[in-house]
Every structure is written in C-alpha cells, then in structure tokens.
C-alpha cells in the first residue's frame, strides 16, 4: 500500500513537489493566521469582556483611549519588540488560557487589580517615544524584527514613526502634550519611571487632577527656580496661547476677549477654585461675571460645536493616514502630502491639548479647525497628483 503511494509519486513526482509546496504553504499560512488572530483585541475580549474602566475591562477601555484610535495593540505594549518578543508574548497567552481554566473569578480580578510593576516597563515605552530608546533597542535585539506584519511595533523606527504620529521625543523636548515639562529632568533627577504619572494610561487613566495634584506635591514648594503653584503659565504653555490666540502658524493673532490687558483678566479670574483645589471652572463659573443665564447656553454651544468638529476630523484624520500609507506602499512620492498631514495633525492637537473645547478662545479654535479641515483636503488633492 504504501509501496504504491511512493511509487505515484516516484511517477509524478513534479505534481507531488507542487502539492507538497502548497500544503507546506498553506500550513504555515493557517498557523500565522492564527497567531495573527489570537492577537487581536476581539480574541482578547472574550476573557476580558467587562465595559468601562479597570480590571477586566481592558479592551473596551483600550477601544476609548488614545492610543486605541492611533492603532497601537494590546501586544504593541504588552509584547516587547522583535521575534523573540512576539514568540514570548505568544506564550504569555497560553499561560492566561491555563488559569483561566484553573482559577476562580475572584484570584483572576486579584491579579488584575494588582498589575506588577514591570508589566510594561518603561524602556518599552521609550522605543515608541523617545528617538534614543528606540536606537538602543533597535540596536540590541537579537534576530530579526519581524516575520510577515503582525503588529505595528515592528515597523517603529524612530524619529520616522513619531513624526508621522505627531508625537515629541519625549526625552528631548520639554514641551509635550500641551504642557511645558521636562521628562528627562525629573526622570533623571528624581528617579521616577512612566507609571508614577501615566499609570492607568490605558486602561484606568488618572484624571489631569490627579495629574497636577502630583505636580504639587513637589510645585506648592519646591523652592529655588522651581515653578510655584500660582505660575500657571510656565506649565500650561498651550492654554496660554490659545487665551493669547498664538501658537499656530499660519493663522492670524486673535486674542480672547476674555484674557490680558484688554478684558483685565488672567487665569485665575476665571479659574477661582484653585487654592481650594478646584482646578477646573464649569459654565457655572461664565455667570460669575456675566448676570445671564444666556452665557451658560453660550459656554455649551460652544463646547458642543467644537467637539463635534473635533469627531469628525478626527475619523476624517484615520481615513487620511491609511490613504497616505496605502501610497506608500504603492512607492508614490507621498513627501509633500505626509507634511501637510503633520501640520493639520499639530494643528489639531493644539485644539485637543488646551482641553477646553473652544471656551478660552472660541473664534481662534474656530480657525484653527478650518484649517485643520481645508489641510486634510489638500493632502487627498496632493496625493490625486501624484500617482
Ligand atoms: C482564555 C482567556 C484569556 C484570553 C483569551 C486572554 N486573557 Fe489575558 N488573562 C486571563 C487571565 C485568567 C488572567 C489572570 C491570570 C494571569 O495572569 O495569567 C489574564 C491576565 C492578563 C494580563 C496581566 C498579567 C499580569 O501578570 O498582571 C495581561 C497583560 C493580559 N492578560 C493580556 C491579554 C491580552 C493582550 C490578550 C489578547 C491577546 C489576552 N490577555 C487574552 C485570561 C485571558
Ligand atoms: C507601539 C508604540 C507605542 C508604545 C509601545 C507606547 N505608545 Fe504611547 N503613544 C503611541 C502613539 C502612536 C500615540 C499617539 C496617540 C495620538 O494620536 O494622540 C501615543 C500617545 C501617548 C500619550 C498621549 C495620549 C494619552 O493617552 O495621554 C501618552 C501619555 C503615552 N502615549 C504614554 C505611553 C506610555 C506610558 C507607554 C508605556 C506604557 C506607551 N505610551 C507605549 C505609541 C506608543
Ligand atoms: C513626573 C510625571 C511624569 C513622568 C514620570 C512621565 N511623564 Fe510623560 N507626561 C507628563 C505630563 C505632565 C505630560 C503632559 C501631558 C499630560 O499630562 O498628559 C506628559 C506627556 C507625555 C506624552 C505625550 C506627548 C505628546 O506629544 O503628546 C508621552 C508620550 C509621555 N508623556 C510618555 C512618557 C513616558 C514614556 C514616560 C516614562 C519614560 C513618562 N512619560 C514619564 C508627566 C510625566
Ligand atoms: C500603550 C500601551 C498599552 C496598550 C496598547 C495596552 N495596554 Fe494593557 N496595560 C498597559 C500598562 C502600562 C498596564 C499596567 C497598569 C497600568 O498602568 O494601567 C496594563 C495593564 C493591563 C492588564 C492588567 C490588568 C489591568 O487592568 O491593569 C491587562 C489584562 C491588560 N493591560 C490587557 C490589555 C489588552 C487586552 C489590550 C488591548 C485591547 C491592552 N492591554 C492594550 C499598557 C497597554
Ligand atoms: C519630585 C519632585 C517633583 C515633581 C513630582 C515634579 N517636579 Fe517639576 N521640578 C522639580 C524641581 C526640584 C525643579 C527644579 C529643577 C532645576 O531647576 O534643576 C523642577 C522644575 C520644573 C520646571 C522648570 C524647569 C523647566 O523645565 O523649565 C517645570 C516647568 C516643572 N518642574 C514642571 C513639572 C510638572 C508639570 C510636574 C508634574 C507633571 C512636575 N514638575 C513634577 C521637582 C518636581
Ligand atoms: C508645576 C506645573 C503646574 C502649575 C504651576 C499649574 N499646573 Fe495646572 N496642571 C498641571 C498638569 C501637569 C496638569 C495635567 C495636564 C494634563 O493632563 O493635560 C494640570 C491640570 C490642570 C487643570 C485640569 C484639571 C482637570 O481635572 O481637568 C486645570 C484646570 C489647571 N491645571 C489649571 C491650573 C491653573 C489655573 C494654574 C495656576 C493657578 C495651574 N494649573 C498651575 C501642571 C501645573
Ligand atoms: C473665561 C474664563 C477662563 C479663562 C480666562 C481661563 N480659563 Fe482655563 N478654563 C476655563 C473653563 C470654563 C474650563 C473648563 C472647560 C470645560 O470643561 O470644557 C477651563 C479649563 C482649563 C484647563 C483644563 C484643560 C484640559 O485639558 O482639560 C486648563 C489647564 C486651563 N483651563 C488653564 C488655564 C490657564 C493657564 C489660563 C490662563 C492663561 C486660563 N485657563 C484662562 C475658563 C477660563
Ligand atoms: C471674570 C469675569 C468673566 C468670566 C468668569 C467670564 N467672562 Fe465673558 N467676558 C468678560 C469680560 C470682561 C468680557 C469683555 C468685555 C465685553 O466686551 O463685554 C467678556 C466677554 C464675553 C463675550 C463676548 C461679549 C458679550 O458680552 O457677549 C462672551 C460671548 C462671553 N464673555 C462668554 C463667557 C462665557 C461663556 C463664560 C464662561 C466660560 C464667561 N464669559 C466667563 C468677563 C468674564
């Protein structure tokens, strides 16, 4: 019997060589396939299924932060770079199968809820965000990258990828994410890692109280240079601008009504809570000044407008990056196109960092967006043009 199997293929053996390149292929296919799909956040939800934030509601978390919407995956974090990363990552999912299997309900929240310090360690994030950390990874990972595209963290190469993404080095620049800090400064000085003031980044993130609530642990007393508690404008560099109706190239200065010599007005006329705490005003605070119910109404057509354009430039942002990559993969000269892309991603940013969805300047908020809206436009003509 078996005899008579060698010798078909002893006579065929051409047919045999193709049927045994095409199983050996498609095998391997299927295989990645699943490595590949057991990589994705909908395999992972299925024991990380809970809505909202916290343990056990990882990926709907996942889905509503920031880096959910620029594409980086749950294994771009929790895998670390390289092959052998990928593999280890690989593994780490059937230990998870196994005590799912072995454990209660009550031990796996336990875990959950105490996520060891190393989990994502802060190297790892560096190789995304800061130009240095990504060359000494690069530099000291065995074997190869990568095998066929199964994640975005492969293709990271640094200052490239920041660039596209918008994003400073953080380790560089000390303006970062709309606010004047130096990272490598207090790193370096007061050993601290990415967790003190990004844990939760993901998953649970701390609230920008919070945030500066640990600034002032050192800020209500820091002594020497240090900025105090009162110099809100050495920190928050982009609501400066923003009340100053500045910071963005290619627009005309407006300034808020309601801020410098003009109105008499600063910071803290607005935010009075501070001292008690209270960092940020609601629309309660606009008829402080204002004896008219009408200003509330203002304050949130206002901030209704500007997030809903916000929404739409941001899905309208995903649609343009994917065109911009798809020429690039098609070897256009996309140069151009990538940069006018940057400058309405910075622009856009600049709205999104001062957080106030048009409140401390309405009209320059308004420019801004258009031409946030106008530069996406052109990059699609740009492309058109190139083909
Ligand atoms: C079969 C169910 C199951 C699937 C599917 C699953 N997990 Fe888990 N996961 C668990 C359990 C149970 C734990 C807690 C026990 C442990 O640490 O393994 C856990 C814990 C974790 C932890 C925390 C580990 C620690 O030590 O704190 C991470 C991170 C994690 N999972 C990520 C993922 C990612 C990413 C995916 C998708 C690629 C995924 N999980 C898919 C069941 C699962
Ligand atoms: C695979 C690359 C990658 C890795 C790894 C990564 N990030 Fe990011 N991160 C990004 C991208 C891309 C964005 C841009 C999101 C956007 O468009 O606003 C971002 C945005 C951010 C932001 C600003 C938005 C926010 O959520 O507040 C912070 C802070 C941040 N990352 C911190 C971290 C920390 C801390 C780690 C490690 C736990 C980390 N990142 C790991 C790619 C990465
Ligand atoms: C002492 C607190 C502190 C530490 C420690 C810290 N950060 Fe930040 N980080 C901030 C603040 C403040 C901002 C400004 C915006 C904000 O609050 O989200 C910021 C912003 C960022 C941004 C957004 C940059 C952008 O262009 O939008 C990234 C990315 C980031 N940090 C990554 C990291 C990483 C990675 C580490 C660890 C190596 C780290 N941070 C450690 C306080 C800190
Ligand atoms: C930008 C990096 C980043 C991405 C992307 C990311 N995580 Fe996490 N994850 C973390 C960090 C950092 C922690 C450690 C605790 C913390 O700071 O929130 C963590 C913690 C966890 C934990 C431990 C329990 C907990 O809630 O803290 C689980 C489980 C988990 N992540 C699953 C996922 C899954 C599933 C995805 C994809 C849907 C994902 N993560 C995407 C950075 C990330
Ligand atoms: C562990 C204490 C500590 C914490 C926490 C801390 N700082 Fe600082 N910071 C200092 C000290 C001390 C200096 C003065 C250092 C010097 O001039 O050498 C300083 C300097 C600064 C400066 C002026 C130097 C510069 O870069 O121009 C800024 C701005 C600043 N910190 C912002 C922040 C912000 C924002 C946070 C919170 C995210 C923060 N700091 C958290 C101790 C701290
Ligand atoms: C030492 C630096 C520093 C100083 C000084 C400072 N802040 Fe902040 N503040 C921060 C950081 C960092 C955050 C978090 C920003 C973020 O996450 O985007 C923050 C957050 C805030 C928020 C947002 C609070 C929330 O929960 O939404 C408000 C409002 C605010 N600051 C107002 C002020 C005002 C007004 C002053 C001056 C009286 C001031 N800050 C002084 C660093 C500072
Ligand atoms: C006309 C009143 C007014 C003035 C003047 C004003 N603010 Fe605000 N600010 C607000 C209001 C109202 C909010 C909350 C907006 C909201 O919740 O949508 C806010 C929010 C903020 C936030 C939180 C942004 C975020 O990311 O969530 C910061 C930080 C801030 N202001 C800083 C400043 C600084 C610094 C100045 C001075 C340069 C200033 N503000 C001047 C009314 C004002
Ligand atoms: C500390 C006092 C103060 C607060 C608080 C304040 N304003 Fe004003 N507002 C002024 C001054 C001063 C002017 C400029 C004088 C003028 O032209 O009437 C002004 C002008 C305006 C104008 C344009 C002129 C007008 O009267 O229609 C609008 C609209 C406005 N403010 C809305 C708001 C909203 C919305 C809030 C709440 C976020 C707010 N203001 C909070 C003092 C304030």
Redesign the pocket.
Same mark, same amino acid.
């Given at each position: 019997m078996l005899k008579n199997v060698f010798d078909w293929c002893k006579r065929h053996i051409v047919l045999f060589t193709i049927a045994a390149v095409v199983f050996v292929v498609m095998f391997g296919f299927i295989n990645v396939q699943i490595l590949h799909m057991t990589s994705e956040p909908e395999f992972c939800h299925l024991c990380h299924p809970a809505q909202g934030f916290g343990p056990l509601a990882e990926v709907d978390s996942w889905e509503h932060s920031a880096h959910g919407d620029a594409g980086v995956s749950c294994l771009d974090c929790h895998g670390r770079p390289g092959l052998i990363g990928y593999a280890k990552a690989k593994l780490g999912g059937l230990k998870d199968t196994y005590m799912q299997l072995t454990i209660s309900r009550e031990e796996k929240l336990e875990i959950l809820s105490n996520p060891h310090e190393d989990l994502v360690p802060s190297w790892h994030c560096l190789y995304c965000h800061s130009d240095e950390g990504n060359k000494i990874v690069r530099e000291t990972t065995r074997g190869p990258m990568k095998l066929v595209n199964m994640r975005m963290l492969d293709d990271v190469v640094n200052p490239e990828f920041r660039e596209r993404k918008g994003l400073a080095d953080i380790m560089e620049e000390?303006y970062v994410g709309g $606010?004047? /800090?130096?990272h490598s400064?207090?790193i370096e000085?007061?050993d601290?890692t990415c967790r003190d003031?990004h844990f939760g980044v993901v998953h649970n993130p701390a609230t920008a109280t919070d945030?500066?609530n /640990?600034?002032l642990?050192?800020?209500a007393d !820091? %002594? %020497?240079? !240090?900025?105090q508690m009162a110099d809100c404008k $050495?920190?928050h560099e982009t609501q400066v601008a923003m009340n100053e109706g500045t910071g963005v190239e290619g627009i005309e200065t407006i300034p808020s009504l309601m801020y410098g010599d003009a109105a008499d007005m600063t910071c803290t006329d607005c935010h009075t809570g501070v001292t008690k705490g209270v960092f940020r005003p609601s629309s309660a605070t606009c008829t402080d000044c204002h004896d008219d119910d009408t200003y509330k109404s203002i304050f949130n057509e206002w901030a209704e407008t500007t997030k809903a354009r916000i929404e739409t430039l941001k899905a309208v942002r995903v649609e343009v990056e994917a065109a911009l990559l798809d020429a690039d993969a098609a070897k256009r000269n996309t140069a151009e196109a990538w940069a006018t892309y940057e400058q309405a991603l910075r622009n856009l940013k600049f709205v999104r960092n001062d957080g106030t969805n048009g409140v401390h300047n309405y009209e320059y908020v308004t420019a801004i967006l258009d031409s946030v809206a106008a530069d996406f436009k052109k990059v699609m003509t740009q492309l058109d043009s190139v083909w």
């Open positions: 000390d $606010v004047h /800090f130096d400064l207090h000085e007061f601290l003031c945030r500066m /640990f600034c642990t050192c800020h !820091a %002594g %020497g240079d !240090a900025p $050495v920190c």
